[in-house]
């Protein structure tokens, strides 16, 4: 039991703080390297922003553990970055497309003939789905005003302190079931590597280990029920592997790519 405490004290915060960069690094780079971020869904950037951000508002009225909260911190760093990176090379931006043509299609797949990574429809107010890359900036700057805005009035109220955390802990549990629903539609996993099944369910068990071991007073129930329900949304990919396999139905509408969707945070 000693030698277990002396983990979930020591090395599990590591762990934990440093996830974000260790899960979406190569990412980055990728998008970097091949400057173009073809088959990269800007959604994971959403998720996991606006998770990280409401997590931070919630550190303020519950006080929770400082290693979540500095995940949470860097979360936003990464992902900002990510979402910089996959917004300026999207996909024509550096090819005889002109700069103006390519900035204003930024879901356009370098080659006209496919469509696979047009969004599958159109969101109510093409949230998410803007053309201008400004408009993804402002969203982002004008949710984080809002929230400060009513952490400023409501701050001192505890059901509002949970009802922050729940919610940003539900959106980011709820990051798995897009490729749940694939996987389902197309009744076939292929395109999802066991590999990435793996160093999710691995991450899963470390983070619950942290969560249900760790002193109550510095994780909240919040991150216990919401992690509970991501490891069983993990679980289910698994299920719908050996259900499936790997073969079958194509990945036209696949979530998940090689150097893309597969990088979700284990934090």
């Known amino acids: 039991m000693g030698l277990i405490h ?9 762990f934990i ?9 190569d990412q980055i780079y990728a998008i970097h390297r091949t400057r173009s971020s073809a088959g ?4 994971i950037p959403l998720i996991m922003l606006l998770a990280s951000i409401l997590k931070v508002f919630y550190w303020l009225g519950a006080h929770f553990d400082t290693s979540l909260l500095l995940q949470s911190l860097i979360m936003i760093l990464i992902q900002l970055l990510l979402l910089h990176v996959a917004l300026t090379n999207r996909p024509g931006f550096h090819s005889n497309t002109s700069k103006s043509d390519s900035y204003l299609k930024p879901f356009a797949a370098s080659d006209p003939s496919s469509d696979h990574h047009q969004p599958s429809s159109s969101r109510p107010f093409k949230f998410w789905q803007w053309r201008q890359r400004r408009q993804y900036w402002l969203f982002l700057l004008s949710f984080a005003a809002t929230l400060l805005a009513l ?11 949970a009802l922050l955390g729940y919610v940003g802990l539900m959106i980011e549990a709820t990051l798995p079931i897009p490729q749940i629903l694939a996987n389902a539609r197309r009744r076939s996993c292929k395109g999802f590597r066991p590999s990435v099944l793996v160093n999710w369910l691995v991450g899963d068990v470390f983070k619950l280990t942290f969560f249900f ?17 991501q490891a069983c949304c993990d679980a289910y990919l698994g299920v719908q592997y050996f259900r499936y396999g790997s073969g079958g139905g194509g990945v036209r509408e696949g979530i998940l790519t090689p150097r893309g969707e597969e990088m979700r945070q284990l934090g």
């Open 17 to 25: 703080v440093t996830s974000p960069v260790t899960s979406y690094a």
């Open 151 to 161: 952490q400023i009035l409501l701050g001192g109220n505890e059901r509002y302190t």
């Open 6 to 14: 002396w983990g979930i004290t020591h090395i599990a915060p590591i």
């Open 40 to 43: 990269f869904s800007l959604d």
């Open 213 to 229: 071991l760790k002193d109550s007073s510095e994780v909240p129930p919040a991150f216990k029920i919401c992690g509970v329900f």
